[in-house]
C-alpha cells in the first residue's frame, strides 16, 4: 500500500457488513469471561521454566501453602483442573458403585460427571429459580427419590454466591452424607452470618471438603488447574496419594516388608508402594508459580468484581422487572464468578437467541450457564429427568454478560446500552 493512499480503498465492497457493525468493528470484543494476566505472571512462569524442576518442585508446595491461607483450610492439594478435583474428592471419601449422591440440576457438566467417575450415581436437585442454587428442600426431595443409598451432598457455588449451607450441612449431618462444595466459581467469596459466623469460601465450616477450578475463565487462571481444601488430615493425604498413581513412600506405611526392608531394617532406598489406584492429576510447577502469582492478586480481582457488579445493577435497574439481577443470598459477599441476569424474555416478546445475536453484533459476548445437566442425553439415558420447575425457570431466564478484572467501566456502560437496545427498552 503506497502511503497516501486510503486504507479504507483496500477493503473488498462484498465483504463490507452493515453499517452500525462496522463502528463497533473498532470497539474490542467483550467476551462473558477473560483471564487477567500481568507482567509479575509473565515473570514468574518465566523464572520456572528457567529453573531445575518443571514439574513437581517448589511452587506446588507454596501454591498450596498459600492457597490454603488464602481460604483458611488446614489444607489445599492442587490438582490439574477442577475436574480432578472434584473426582479426588469423592475418591477420598471413598464414594463408589452403590452410591447415590445429590447434585444440583444447574451446574457446569463437571459436577456430575465426577460422581460417575467414581462409579456412583447422581441424583439431581432442583434449584431456587431467583439464584439458581441448591436448597434444604430440594436436596432432601432429591435424596426422598433415590433409588439407593445417598451418600454425599454437592452445593454449588453458582456465580460466586452460596444458599443456607448452614441448614444444608445440618441436614446432611442428620442423614451422615458427606458434604462437598464446588466452588469452581467462588475463590474470594466471604460470608458474614454474624456472630463468630465470619469467613471465606474454602474454610471447610460446612464442608469435608471444597473444590476449585483454575481455567483462564474463572477468578484465578493456572491455564488448567484446580485444588481441594480441606480440614480433615486424613482426607488431606488420601488425595495427595491418589493423586499421584496411588504411591507411597513413606516407610511407617509400607505394607509389604520382605519387599521394602533390607537386612538392616532401613527401608530399599528405590523403593514405594501401591496400594490402590490413583491417577496422574499432578499440577505442574509452570501452573502453581502462575498461580501463586495470581492468588497474590485474589483480593484485587474480587473488589473489581464486585465494584462492576455494582456498575451493572445501577445501569440495568432501569430495565427491571424484565431484566434482574440473580437474587441475592443475606450474608455472602461474592467475588462474583459470572455476571448472571434473568430476563423475562417472552414477556417482552423476544427470544434468547434474539438478544444474543444482537450483543454479539455489537461485540458483546454472553452465554448461558447452564443448561440442567440431567437433561443431557447422557443422564436422559439413564434416568429419566424429575420434574424440575426452578431450574426449568432459571434457565428459561438465564444469560450471563460479560464480567472480568480488565473490563472498563465504559465497557459495561456499552454492555447496558447494548441490552437496552436489545430488549427494546
Ligand atoms: C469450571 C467448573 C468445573 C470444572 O473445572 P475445570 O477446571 O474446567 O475442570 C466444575 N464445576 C463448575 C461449577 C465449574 O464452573
Redesign the pocket.
Known amino acids: 500500500m503506497k502511503n497516501n493512499e486510503d486504507p479504507g480503498s483496500e477493503k473488498k465492497p462484498g465483504l463490507s457488513t452493515a453499517h452500525s457493525e462496522d463502528m463497533t468493528q473498532a470497539l474490542p470484543f467483550l467476551p462473558y469471561g477473560r483471564h487477567h494476566i500481568d507482567d509479575d505472571d509473565v515473570a514468574t512462569v518465566v523464572a520456572v521454566l528457567r529453573s531445575e524442576a518443571l514439574t513437581t518442585g517448589p511452587a506446588v508446595p507454596a501454591f498450596e501453602a498459600a492457597l490454603a491461607t488464602a481460604t483458611r483450610a488446614q489444607h489445599a492439594i492442587a490438582c490439574g483442573?477442577?475436574?480432578?478435583?472434584?473426582h479426588l474428592a469423592l475418591l477420598g471419601l471413598g464414594l463408589g458403585p452403590g452410591d447415590w449422591v445429590v447434585v444440583p440440576a444447574i451446574?457446569?457438566l463437571?459436577?456430575a460427571n465426577a460422581v460417575r467417575m467414581v462409579g456412583a450415581d447422581v441424583v439431581f436437585a432442583d434449584v431456587d429459580p431467583d439464584t439458581g442454587l441448591i436448597t434444604t428442600e430440594t436436596a432432601a426431595a432429591a435424596a426422598a427419590r433415590a433409588p439407593g443409598p445417598v451418600r454425599a451432598v454437592l452445593p454449588?457455588?453458582?456465580a460466586g454466591q452460596f444458599g443456607d449451607l448452614p441448614a444444608l450441612a445440618d441436614l446432611a449431618r442428620a442423614h451422615g452424607w458427606a458434604v462437598v462444595e464446588?466452588a469452581?466459581?467462588a475463590i474470594g467469596t466471604r460470608y458474614d452470618l454474624g456472630t463468630e459466623c465470619t469467613g471465606v469460601v474454602g474454610d471447610g465450616r460446612w464442608a469435608d471438603a471444597t473444590?476449585f477450578?483454575?481455567?483462564p475463565?474463572?477468578t484465578i487462571a493456572m491455564g488448567?488447574?484446580?485444588a481441594v481444601t480441606t480440614n480433615n488430615p486424613d482426607l488431606a493425604h488420601h488425595m495427595a496419594r491418589l493423586r499421584c498413581h496411588g504411591m507411597v513412600r513413606e516407610a511407617t506405611n509400607f505394607q509389604h516388608p520382605a519387599q521394602a526392608f533390607a537386612e538392616d531394617g532401613r527401608a530399599h532406598p528405590w523403593y514405594y508402594e501401591m496400594t490402590e489406584l490413583g491417577f496422574n492429576y499432578r499440577a505442574c510447577d509452570l501452573q502453581c508459580a502462575l498461580g501463586l502469582s495470581q492468588l497474590a492478586k485474589l483480593e484485587h480481582f474480587a473488589a473489581r468484581r464486585r465494584d462492576l457488579m455494582n456498575q451493572y445493577t445501577a445501569a440495568l435497574a432501569p430495565l427491571a422487572p424484565h431484566v434482574r439481577p440473580l437474587a441475592r443470598t443475606p450474608g455472602v459477599l461474592p467475588a462474583w464468578?459470572l455476571h448472571i441476569v434473568r430476563i423475562a424474555f417472552q414477556d417482552i416478546g423476544t427470544t434468547r437467541d434474539a438478544v444474543m445475536a444482537h450483543l454479539r453484533a455489537a461485540g458483546i459476548g454472553s452465554q448461558v450457564h447452564y443448561i440442567p445437566v440431567p437433561w443431557q442425553p447422557y443422564y436422559r439415558h439413564r434416568s429419566t429427568p424429575p420434574p424440575l420447575p426452578g431450574a426449568e425457570r432459571y434457565y428459561a431466564q438465564a444469560l450471563s454478560l460479560p464480567l472480568y478484572p480488565g473490563m472498563t467501566d465504559g465497557d459495561v456502560e456499552r454492555v447496558a446500552e447494548a441490552l437496552r437496545d436489545a430488549v427494546g427498552r
Open positions: 483442573n477442577g475436574t480432578e478435583a472434584l451446574t457446569f463437571a459436577t454449588v457455588h453458582l464446588d469452581c466459581h473444590t477450578s483454575f481455567h475463565v474463572k488448567e488447574g484446580g464468578h
